[in-house]
């Protein structure tokens, strides 16, 4: 059976790959589904990948919940360069570095980022200035200045670290920019700061576990590729 718009539809866990935008995955996702309205609980770059979680037809009235769960996320990070753009999409400048950081080094400055402190966005991201997105001001060189804003880290593990690569988990609450963990570690260390790669690996109670690649969806889409309303609000509930 496929989903209709008389369905109250359900959840699709998707593993976004590099490439598509979040709204294109929806797209790609909303025309498999026959039209049906779809929309994401929590926007991927482009050069990131993992979870993202959609919901279709009635679902989509709680994405809310879901933007609010915390994140995971596993990323690589080059401590030799550093774009405009905290990832590869810009064009790197190579730092001179004269003694690389050890890991222990490192490990100890990704302490600095763990616990509850005022973040600066990337100038390119979505965040909208007088109407304006960010990164559409900062693409024409016009000045963005971008508040700093509250996140929370719970934990930060360097997972391997050959220089100059770092790679990092991380376990954070909404809003966290993994760029902006990417350049402020290269202040910290005094040496380059680049996302070489994004991935979420969490949304909440949702991982890539849970999760189809965005080629797999089927098409058309069946009712029983998606997660039902009380399966899902059954995750999102407190652990007792």
């Known amino acids: 059976m496929t989903v209709s718009q008389e369905q109250p539809a359900g959840f699709l866990i ?5 490439g598509p935008s979040s709204m294109r995955a929806v797209a790609v996702v909303r025309r498999r589904a026959g039209g049906l309205k779809t929309g994401h609980g929590g926007t991927l770059d482009p050069l990131a990948s993992g979870v993202l979680v959609l919901g279709l037809g009635k679902a989509t009235k709680l994405l809310e919940q879901i933007v609010a769960t915390d994140k995971g996320y596993l990323t690589e990070i080059d401590l030799s360069i550093r774009t405009a ?21 490192v490990a100890e400055a990704l302490t600095h980022f763990v616990g509850a402190f005022q973040q600066q966005p990337p100038i390119f991201s979505a965040i909208k200035v007088g109407g304006r997105r960010a990164y559409a001001m900062a693409r024409k060189n016009q000045p963005v200045e971008l ?4 996140v929370r880290v719970d934990s930060m593990e360097l997972r391997d670290y050959q220089w100059p690569i770092a790679t990092v988990a991380i376990a954070c609450g909404k809003g966290f920019y993994v760029r902006s963990l990417a350049r402020d570690l290269g202040e910290v260390l ?19 576990e849970d999760s189809i690649a965005l080629d797999d969806v089927p098409d058309p889409l069946p009712v029983s ?15 007792s």
């Open 14 to 18: 998707l593993d976004k790959p590099v």
């Open 85 to 105: 753009t905290d990832d590869l999409e810009g064009e790197p400048e190579v730092i001179e570095v004269a003694t690389p950081p050890d890991a222990e080094a």
């Open 147 to 150: 508040p700093m804003r509250p």
């Open 190 to 208: 005094e040496t380059g700061g680049c996302c070489r790669s994004i991935r979420r690996t969490a949304v909440g109670p949702f991982t890539l």
């Open 225 to 239: 590729a998606l997660m039902t309303v009380p399966d899902a609000l059954d995750r999102l509930k407190p652990a």
